[in-house]
Structures are given as C-alpha cells and as structure tokens.
C-alpha cells in the first residue's frame, strides 16, 4: 500500500514583502487560504491511485479534483497549522523578522502558540494513523507545511519515502511500507531507494 502526498497546485498571491504588521500578515493568510490554484502540469508518479483524500481549503480541492478522476473525500485535518495572532498593534517589522518570532515562538512552546502547535501535532497523529489504516494506494492533496510533519510521522511508522523541506507543487512523494520502493515522480524510484539505505 502507497500513500502518495501532493502540494496543491501554485496560488496567484505573492508573499507580503517590506515592513508590515501582525494584522497585515493575517489578513494576507486569509486571501491566501481562500484562494484557488492555477493548474498546470502535474506528476503522480506514474500510479493509478485509487482514492484521494484531500485538505478541505480551494486550492487543494480544486487540485484534487484536477488530478484524481473519482470522489475527493475533503477534511480540515489536512488545513496547514493554525497561528494565534500576535497582540502588537500597529507595531511593523520586516517580514522576515514576524516569520523568525513565529518560528521561536513555535519551537519553544511559547504561551502565544502552545495551543495552536498542540491542535496541529494532533492533526497530525490523526491522519498518520487514518493513512496507517486503508488498504488501497492512496493519494493526499494537501500543503507544504503539514506535508513535511506528515512525511517524518510516516516514516517514523516505518514507511519508506523521501525527505523534503519544502515540497513542490503538483509532485508527488510516495511512501510505501514492507520494504517497498518509493520515488517522487516517474524514473526516480532507483534514486530514492540509494537514497534511503544512505540513511540507514
């Protein structure tokens, strides 16, 4: 059994740049998470997936629904992590330095975000052990951030899969269980495979 994971397709909203604020960066998330995706090419890898389970926000509906030719099942456990709005007023900062606060706050368990890390490491329990389960290839249409916690928990279950930081758009990353191969896209199961004993 395969789990495949998908990052929706690109979204036309470019990230904020300069000097903003709390609220300027909040109100950006909003028009981001409302967004649908521009579609493009896509890669499955080369498998005929025969379910598709899907983040429930445009962007990823829309790419599901684009990519998979069969019933989309669509949940807000797929959502990227939530992050509680910090209380700063009309204080700006460059945005670079609002993404570094986020990050430390996030790390240490800050009082301003240890409940939004807690629900989303939750959601991320949740849909490791929902995949864990089915019995048939699977793909999952989701985003970038919940992606990458979601492949170190499969992996720490025993899949087989490859690393990533950031994934792209419209590729997939398959995990496999029992020693399976796993790749990122056509040709690239021999790569991952070499990779993975590298690992070991």
């Not at 910090?86 to 301003?112: D, E, I, K, Y």
Request: positive net charge; proline residues 4%.
């Amino acid at each position: 059994m395969r789990i495949g994971l998908l990052r929706h397709f690109p979204v036309d909203q470019k990230f904020p740049a300069g000097w903003r604020t709390a609220a300027d960066l909040q109100a950006w998330r909003e028009r981001y998470d409302m967004a649908e995706g521009l579609v493009g090419e896509f890669d499955l890898g080369g498998v005929a997936w025969r379910a598709c389970i899907s983040s429930d926000l445009p962007r990823a509906c829309m790419t599901a629904k684009a990519v998979f030719q069969g019933e989309v099942e669509e949940t807000a456990l797929l959502r990227e992590p939530q992050f509680a709005p910090f209380q700063t007023g009309n204080l700006r900062l460059p945005v670079w330095v609002w993404q570094w606060l986020l990050r430390l706050s996030w790390m240490t368990g800050h009082s301003s975000q240890r409940a939004c890390r807690d629900e989303f490491r939750g959601r991320i329990l949740a849909v490791a052990d929902r995949l864990n389960a089915l019995d048939r290839d699977t793909l999952v249409v989701a985003h970038a951030g919940i992606m990458a916690f979601l492949s170190v928990e499969l992996r720490r279950r025993g899949y087989v899969g490859p690393k990533f930081r950031i994934a792209k758009h419209a590729t997939v990353y398959i995990y496999e269980k029992n020693g399976g191969a796993s790749a990122t896209g056509p040709g690239a199961v021999e790569r991952v495979r070499q990779d993975a004993e590298s690992h070991k």
